[in-house]
């Protein structure tokens, strides 16, 4: 029988960014845009709070985008300051590449395996789906739904007692699948 649990964000995450008043390096991001358009020019920010002394600083989206290179759907998202869209935005590598930010994901992400009743078989399959791209290591997410140590987690990787075509000694943020043998 095979499993499916799936990682799904809670908040959008902290942005790890040095503030430039008072040196913070986090950010918290509240999914507000600001717009300014100059003649058929468009800039685009997603705003961010620091976490230290609260002054907002702007992550570029769109830097003098031509109007009609805008989807009007997407223009309407900002102006109605979307959260889904401000995840979006933060996850895509282009927006972060051009704002020379990374984003921290503690605490703003859960892990939904569907029940307990996988505790008690011997042998569990588990499909394990991502809701967003959020970077964890797999051997965590293990030994918090079965209710073990990482150190046992380990251990069960070390007997072969766990297996996966993926690496789980690292961090994913794609789906991956696994084994687990008691």
Do not use: Y
């Not at 600083?57 to 869209?85: C, F, I, Q, Y």
């Not at 569990?124 to 209710?147: K, M, N, Q, T």
């Not at 046992?152 to 699948?177: H, N, Y």
């Amino acid at each position: 029988m095979l499993n499916t649990w799936v990682v799904m964000p809670t908040c959008l995450p902290t942005v790890l960014r040095r503030c430039h008043a008072c040196a913070s390096p986090r950010f918290r991001a509240n999914g507000k845009f600001r717009v300014n358009a100059n003649h058929k020019r468009l800039d685009a920010w997603l705003l961010v709070l620091c976490a230290g002394c609260g002054d907002t600083a702007k992550l570029t989206v769109w830097e003098r985008m031509n109007v009609r290179s805008v989807r009007p759907d997407l223009l309407d998202r900002m102006h109605a300051n979307d959260p889904g869209l401000a995840a979006e935005l933060l996850q895509d590598p282009v927006v972060r590449r051009r704002n020379r930010i990374a984003l921290d994901w503690e605490g703003a992400w859960r892990l939904d395996t569907g029940g307990s009743d996988h505790l008690e078989c011997e042998v569990i399959d588990v499909s394990v789906r991502f809701a967003a791209r959020i970077p964890v290591r797999p051997v965590r997410l293990i030994a918090e739904a079965c209710g073990l140590s990482r150190a046992e987690v380990e251990r069960l990787i070390a007997d072969g007692k766990l297996v996966s075509a993926v690496r789980l000694s690292g961090k994913v943020s794609g789906d991956f699948t696994f084994t687990l043998k008691r």
